[in-house]
């Protein structure tokens, strides 16, 4: 059975670029009828877009500043994101927070990456609120969304040390490249092994 997976983006996009080279590399399309079927974001400049146009993979930008409630843009992005029949959606770096109804209609099949060790450290500025507490250790976290912020059911974590002198640029930059690591078996997992 054919297994498609619709990416959310809203910047650079390396967690999925990181998920279409593996999934690109390991034939994830032959071997177990996973693809990545397209790559929405929330901004047309999101520089993600482009590289996924590059591997001919659909793309659309749906903007939320056109809609006037969290509702409408919502239903707008779900309305894209069907017609795809998703398997999987994959929020990769998308800062927007999700209606609860938007969570519900995709219960089970919405999962996201978070740039720390959950239960610690949810919502923003992870890195540096890391290196105030003292942490000897940071990382990132795949979950499952539901509707309370970055708290839903953990499906993997990946560790980096804290080093003496870390600036938040210089752990964002070692956790990322953790998340590129992590991100891509828990997706194919995630389909697989539901
Ligand atoms: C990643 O570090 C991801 O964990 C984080 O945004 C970055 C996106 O990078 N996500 C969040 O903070 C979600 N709350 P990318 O666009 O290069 O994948």
């Known amino acids: 059975m054919k ?20 999934a690109q590399q390991q034939d994830w399309e032959g071997r ?23 591997q001919g993979i659909a793309t659309q930008a ?34 927007r927070i999700l209606t609860e109804g ?8 919405l999962v996201n990456i978070h740039p720390s060790l959950l239960p610690a ?4 500025h992870t890195h540096q609120r890391a290196i105030d507490a003292g942490c000897k ?7 499952q969304v539901t509707a309370d912020l970055d708290a839903g059911p953990i499906v993997a974590q990946g560790v980096v040390p804290v080093l003496p002198g870390d600036t938040a640029e210089a752990l964002a930059a070692r956790v990322l490249a953790q998340e590129h690591a992590i991100y891509p078996p828990a997706v194919l997992g995630l389909l697989i092994n539901p």
């Open 102 to 109: 938007f969570v519900a209609h995709y219960a089970g099949r």
């Open 3 to 22: 297994k498609n997976i619709v990416i959310l983006i809203s910047g650079g996009g390396s967690n999925m670029a990181a998920i279409v080279r593996t």
């Open 32 to 54: 177990h009828g996973v693809r990545v079927a397209a790559v929405l974001s929330n901004r047309e400049s999101a520089q993600g877009l482009e590289f996924a146009r590059s």
């Open 137 to 143: 250790v940071a990382g990132a976290t795949v979950h």
């Open 62 to 95: 749906i903007d939320h500043r056109a809609h006037a409630t969290r509702e409408s843009f919502d239903a707008a992005l779900a309305a894209a994101i069907d017609a795809y029949e998703p398997a999987l959606v994959v929020l990769a770096g998308f800062m």
């Open 121 to 124: 450290f949810p919502g923003l």
